[in-house]
């Protein structure tokens, strides 16, 4: 067994980001300014679009997207029951109602025929997740916001690398969403992304995302002199700091190294559990790419002997640090209460959220660390 714990999720931090942020330390900029700028030219020169808006959460970044739809009471959202609360919570933020659509079992995507069934007249949006770094079934989702004139604001919190038939993830809606929290592939501590092909929507998340001020506020500060803004909305306090770009630019210049490095741990996995009595990943999808963001296996205590919370002990013992993604969001009281969800009204995800177990899948790990995982996984269920 191994002797130190392995944190789940622990990010892959080298020496040209500490000595960015070292820098900006010592310029004394280190809110917004030149290095958020840099860091979004970066970001939407990745993804090949126009514009990109660098904010302090992949939240702030949705709830804002949400907002510039032109989103809010008595409209409803259509989203997985398999994802983060913080998607659920950025369309109650924006003053919607969230509406689930259960997801497809095998790519734990949302189920483009369960969308269809779900839409009213009070439908202005789909808000898919591509679940894992796969990406959704795109054609059928972007048929059916164009055949119902919806909004379509894309998760991609796992999701940064995704690709669907070329076409990178982020770019099938008005907006996609990006993560750089600590445990995503590309990490700027805490922050997130918006990217748009429309100027109009771009400037107004900007605004939003700083008070509501008028342009470039954040200039005021400046060598050019002080400049007057204007409050022209009720805005948020949602700006990225120079501190964390500092961060995310170095991280943006390995994006690739690390999808390999991940790809590679991923396909080790694979080979290491195929004659186990768990459940794998799918195969990736012909002309897509995946993003490799989680590695998940489910525990099924009829095949496996064992139940999934007592793996996750078995994991935790063996000084192995797991996830899980995610329990269904119809589990969650706050939920059952507000919206009056039960996880049986969406059989697929619950099951799922039931069964599931994430393994540590991030490009810090060495090979001894990925051997000391299927070591343990393998240990307890064979
Ligand atoms: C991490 C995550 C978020 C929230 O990202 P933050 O940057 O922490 O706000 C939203 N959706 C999904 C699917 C996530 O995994």
């Known amino acids: 067994m191994r002797k130190e714990f392995l944190v789940y999720g622990s990010p892959a931090i080298e020496n040209a ?62 989203t997985t029951p398999l994802t983060f609360c913080a998607t659920i919570n950025a369309i109650i933020h924006a003053g919607a109602t969230p509406v689930l659509a259960d997801i497809d079992p095998l790519t734990m995507n949302i189920s483009p025929s369960e969308v269809e069934v779900k839409i009213t007249p009070k439908t202005k949006a789909i808000l898919p997740v591509h679940f894992s770094g796969r990406p959704c079934d795109m054609d059928a989702l972007r048929r059916i916001a164009d055949n119902h004139k919806l909004k379509m604001i894309e998760d991609c919190a796992h999701a940064i690398e995704t690709e669907y038939k070329g076409r990178k993830a982020g770019t099938f809606g008005d907006f996609g969403c990006f993560s750089f929290y600590v445990t995503k592939n590309i990490v700027t501590g805490e922050g997130g992304m918006v990217i748009t092909k429309s100027e109009e929507d771009a400037a107004r998340i900007k605004m939003l995302g700083l008070h509501g001020m008028s342009k470039d506020a954040w200039k005021r500060f400046g060598d050019e002199g002080y400049k007057h803004y204007q409050v022209v909305e009720c805005g948020y306090k949602y700006n990225m700091m120079d501190l964390q770009a500092a961060i995310g630019i170095h991280q943006m ?111 810090k790990l060495s090979d001894e660390d990925v051997g000391d995982v299927i070591e343990a996984v393998r240990g307890i269920l064979l």
């Open 17 to 78: 980001e500490i000595e960015e942020v070292l820098s900006v330390m010592k310029s004394g900029w280190l809110g917004t300014g030149p290095k958020v700028a840099r860091f979004e030219r970066d970001f939407a020169q990745y993804k090949g679009i126009e514009h990109s808006i660098a904010l302090n959460s992949c939240t702030a970044a949705l709830h804002l997207s949400i907002l510039a739809a032109g989103i809010g009471e008595g409209d409803e959202v259509i």
């Open 253 to 363: 210049q390995r994006v690739e190294t690390y999808w390999h490095r991940r790809q590679a741990i991923w396909q080790r996995y694979h080979e290491a559990f195929a004659g186990l009595p768990i459940t794998l990943p799918a195969p990736v999808e012909q002309n897509t790419r995946h993003a490799y963001h989680l590695y998940t296996i489910l525990i099924d205590e009829q095949r496996c002997g064992i139940s999934r919370d007592r793996f996750l002990d078995a994991m935790t013992a063996q000084n192995i640090g797991i996830g899980v993604h995610y329990l269904s969001i119809p589990e969650h009281p706050y939920y059952q209460q507000t919206f009056g969800w039960q996880p049986e009204g969406y059989p697929h995800a619950m099951r799922i959220g039931r069964q599931t177990v994430s393994l540590p899948l991030s490009a």
